[in-house]
């Protein structure tokens, strides 16, 4: 097949095609590196494996060898489609109905992908192939997993070779009802957060001779709740602490339990570092009694690309192409700007987020060939505010 006769929507369902969950690649990056050799790009194929996470297929390509580097990042990998009978049509196997685009990855973020690809054809055309500069694609097959041998180890490859990117956009679909709503600027940090607290078993009747561990850690998670981090800064909502489990693993009802254990989700703005957090939380457990023991894993640290060229330039080719104005927002969990932010500026902008990751997952046909279009006005805009 020459993918470089498929249209976006076309190109799409030749990546849904590919069942390609975490961290399967399943043919995914081929079809990447198949459109963009031919146009010119050197394709980097680049498997990562180590001990922390399963063997992950990436790709990096670039096309021209000057700056400024716009990168296109993203990713292939999708979530698991869960019970195959709940799928009104099999997830892998693209179908259109009512102008809208099913199967797995449609919105998150297939779509997006084929879009970038698209768009830089088109570019391309327009602009007999010139422009001042490079363009680049980092697209990885470990966001959905845990994200070590992905976008993370790219960036660190191309640290190693002397390679920078100026610029980012991931296309991870950042709507919330309209193609025109919102780019993402910035994100949150995410910390996970385990709690333990020690007991003596003992008789429910006889509780002096025990020392109940669900009082001690239900005393600790109230001070945890009970005052707010923060009330938000300029760019971010305020920051959410959510105790996501309590568990005791006691089946016997006059059985005071010897131990308890909790989990807490944070999402923290820029007020904060993950290490700040952790400060803050060990005080007020410290303060409501101790007796405790702690542990956190934290999946990134906030960050924000404030309102410049690149949120501009985003903005500008959104309202181009839909005439809406869309809003410069840090809402919503993690992705792998997280890493890129640490080498340059980088926004978020793709598809609608309603369906990624459910079942039926889909996307307007629409706002596909409409996604395809602001890409190339991105590109555009940035190369003349560069040149």
Not at 129 to 140: A, K, M, P, V
Not at 206 to 216: R, S
Request: hydrophobic share 35%; proline share 5%; aromatic share 6%.
């Amino acid at each position: 097949m020459n993918f470089l006769e498929l249209d976006p929507l076309q190109l799409s369902e030749a990546l849904i095609k590919r069942p390609s969950v975490t961290p399967t690649d399943a043919g995914a990056l081929d079809v990447l590196i198949e459109y963009l050799t031919p146009l010119g790009f050197e394709c980097h194929d680049l498997t990562f494996d180590d001990a922390d996470g399963e063997p992950t297929r990436n790709v990096y390509a670039r096309l021209g060898t000057s700056g400024p580097n716009f990168c296109w990042a993203g990713h292939t990998d999708v979530v698991p489609p869960g019970d195959l009978a709940d799928w009104t049509s099999p997830p892998f196997e693209p179908e259109i109905r009512d102008d809208r685009l099913y199967g797995r990855g449609a919105a998150d973020m297939k779509c997006a992908v084929a879009c970038m690809m698209t768009a830089t054809k088109s570019f391309l055309e327009s602009n007999d192939g010139e422009f001042n500069g490079s363009i680049s694609f980092l697209i990885t097959g470990d966001e959905e997993g845990d994200a070590t041998n992905g976008t993370k180890k790219v960036l660190d490859w191309l640290q190693e070779r002397g390679e920078t990117i100026d610029a980012c956009l991931v296309g991870e679909p950042t709507n919330p009802d309209n193609i025109s709503d919102m780019v993402k600027i910035g994100r949150r940090g995410s910390m996970n957060v385990w709690l333990d607290v020690e007991g003596v078993q003992g008789h429910s009747a006889y509780p002096h001779l025990a020392d109940n561990p669900v009082h001690k850690i239900m005393t600790l998670l109230r001070s945890l709740t009970d005052v707010p981090l923060d009330e938000g800064s300029d760019h971010f909502q305020a920051s959410t602490l959510q105790i996501t489990t309590v568990d005791v693993n006691n089946a016997a009802t006059n059985v005071i339990p010897a131990r308890a254990s909790a989990r807490v989700n944070i999402r923290f703005n820029d007020l904060h570092t993950s290490a700040s957090v952790e400060d803050t939380l060990r005080g007020r457990l410290d303060q409501a009694g101790g007796g405790y023991e702690m542990r956190t894993r934290v999946s990134g640290e906030s960050f924000l690309t404030p309102p410049g060229q690149l949120s501009e330039t985003v903005s500008d080719a959104i309202k181009a192409i839909t005439g809406g104005t869309p809003e410069l927002s840090t809402t919503g969990g993690t992705s792998d700007a997280r890493f890129i932010k640490d080498h340059c500026p980088v926004v978020e902008f793709g598809l609608i987020n309603q369906t990624a990751h459910k079942v039926d997952e889909n996307a307007r046909v629409s706002d596909i060939h409409a996604l395809s279009k602001i890409y190339t006005r991105v590109l555009s805009g940035y190369f003349e505010k560069t040149s």
